[in-house]
């Protein structure tokens, strides 16, 4: 099992979020919309690589748009292995939280 | 309106490209294309512009270390591998790699060397049409061996100039011959060469003071180098007076001797060949040609 990064964490479950629309603008814009994240395009597509790399997301090519110019879309999708990733992700911070929650929670104790 | 005009930038567009070799660039920029259209719709086309442009500069820096930083990891790793398989061989190593030290270090010598002796004589302005004249020999024997010779009869080029009127000047010189200076009270002896009139006009060698297309021309005149003006004259003092040359020499001017590590010829007084009272043995020849 590989490590997840941060952004890898936070692409996979954007694209598990968004489902049959998981295409670069929408994964931008949605994180953009819920996070509050402005990745660039160039961060956006050399961490879509690496999790293609991995084999993290499987990808799917898609129609265009008038808006693209005839350019086509790049559709991004969970793969298993990338479901179990993000899964142990999830269960991984979860545990990292709990744990800290055992103790007391305050970010402003040195 | 025209469906032009909502396009992105041209001159971004074909940065991105650049950016972003490869087969994704098509998905990526129709993305780009497309938050650039959603954005022209909300916030207007120069908003739009601006972002298209400020995102692509954005993207710059992680594009370029994208690109680099694993090129770079590889490398540290095969040097680490290298300082390792070094370690493990030392004997072999050291072999190796002195044998290459010592090869180049020898191969830069004989070219430090080659690049010196290449540049002898080459700061005259016109050494490119200046030639020396040698003589070209054979042994009595079996006429097999040849032999080159740069000392020629005192009066060849005075014959030859009338015949190749390609030769534009000529001068003769010899540097072999030592002066007995100050004969009276404590003689010395001093190296002289021997030179014809032109001998300034032809070469570069800059005179400090005297004129280059009249010194030598009379009988009895002389060139001294900067250090031997010193010699005889002290600093600072003007030329012109007679030096203690049999009371026969007349001093034309320095020579500032600048070029001397650069220069075949190593001389400290110039006498003009005119006065010289006797023949000497033999003279190198200098021609110009044209």
Redesign the interface.
Known sequence: MKDLTKIEEILLLAIWNLGQDA???RI??HIAEALGLDL????L??AL?RLDRKGYVLKRFGE??P???G????YYSLSPSGRKALRSAHDLSLKMWESFEKSTLDFERP | MNPEHFAPPRLAVRLLKLLTRGEDWIFLAGDADEEFEWRAGRHGRARARLWYWGHLLKSIPSSISESFFWRLVMLKNYMTIAWRNILRHKGHSFIKISGLALGISCCLLALLHVRSELSYDRFHPRADSIFRVIRVGFNNQDYRIRYKDPSLQPTLGSYLQPSFPEIERQTRYADFLTGVVNPGSSPFQEVLAMADPDFFRMFGFRLTAGNAESVLSSLNSIVLTESSARKYYGRGESPGENPDDHGRGSAEGFRRHRHRLRSAEKFDIRVSVHHSHRKPSALYEKAEFF
Not at chain 1, 40 to 43: A, R, S
Not at chain 1, 71 to 74: D, H, I, P, S
């Open positions: 295409y670069g603008f931008r814009r660039t395009f160039g961060n597509y050399s690589g265009s748009a808006a693209r110019r350019k086509t879309r790049m």
